[in-house]
């Protein structure tokens, strides 16, 4: 394998923090048994096999060494918090952690691409109210981020399928009932223009 240079480890390292804190977000409390250091080892197992599961290859090639950095960064930072319960072991974020980790998260989103496109148009629309003027904003950049294309004012749309990253925006963003709708539709006016902003001629 190729050697890492300084700056490529630094941002690798970033990586291994940001997952493992996506890790303990979505499982809560990592429940080991035995020592710190066989908890910190357990930790890094439990990683290892996450990022299997998503295929991060360069990752999954990092030294042990690497993984531990990451993970009492972590700790020594407060995002990451190890109690003892008994003869357990609990692992988990701290509250400020939590709240990196779902930034993280967010920060992470992408629309996936299919291979073929099915001729469909997503349709986003969203009623935020100025009292909530600073979420509003922060929302439109997001989507901007994500790739939708802004056809009127609270009207954007994509050529693919964003409902799993606006379900999480609409989630971290805490939006009311109704503020966010999504519709699908065949046909759309200036269809052309689309096709060619999204590279799909």
């Not at 407060?78 to 701290?94: A, D, I, P």
């Not at 990196?100 to 935020?128: E, G, S, T």
Request: proline share 3%; aromatic share 10%; charged share 35%.
């Amino acid at each position: 394998m190729k050697s890492l240079d300084k700056t490529e480890i630094k941002r690798t390292l970033g990586k291994i923090s940001r997952l493992l804190m996506k890790t303990l977000l979505i499982s809560g409390a990592v429940i080991l048994a035995g020592s710190t250091p066989q908890g910190s080892r357990a930790v890094w197992k439990l990683l290892k096999y996450q990022l299997r599961k998503i295929k991060y290859k360069r990752l999954q090639k990092l030294r042990e060494e690497q993984w531990k950095n990451s993970f009492y960064y972590l700790k020594r930072n407060n995002l990451l918090k190890m109690e003892y319960r008994g003869k357990q072991l609990y692992v988990s974020l701290t509250e400020e952690g939590k709240k990196l980790a779902k930034k993280c998260k967010i920060d992470d989103l992408k629309i996936k691409k299919p291979r073929k496109w099915d001729k469909k148009w997503h349709l986003l629309f969203f009623d935020i109210g100025e009292k909530d003027r600073p979420k509003r904003e922060a929302f439109r950049g997001k989507i901007k981020e994500l790739g939708l294309y802004k056809l009127q004012k609270s009207i954007w749309i994509h050529p693919f399928d964003f409902s799993p990253g606006i379900a999480e925006l609409e989630k971290f963003f805490r939006f009311k009932e109704n503020e966010l709708i999504v519709i699908i539709a065949e046909n759309i006016p200036n269809e052309k223009l689309l096709k060619e902003h999204f590279k799909l001629v």
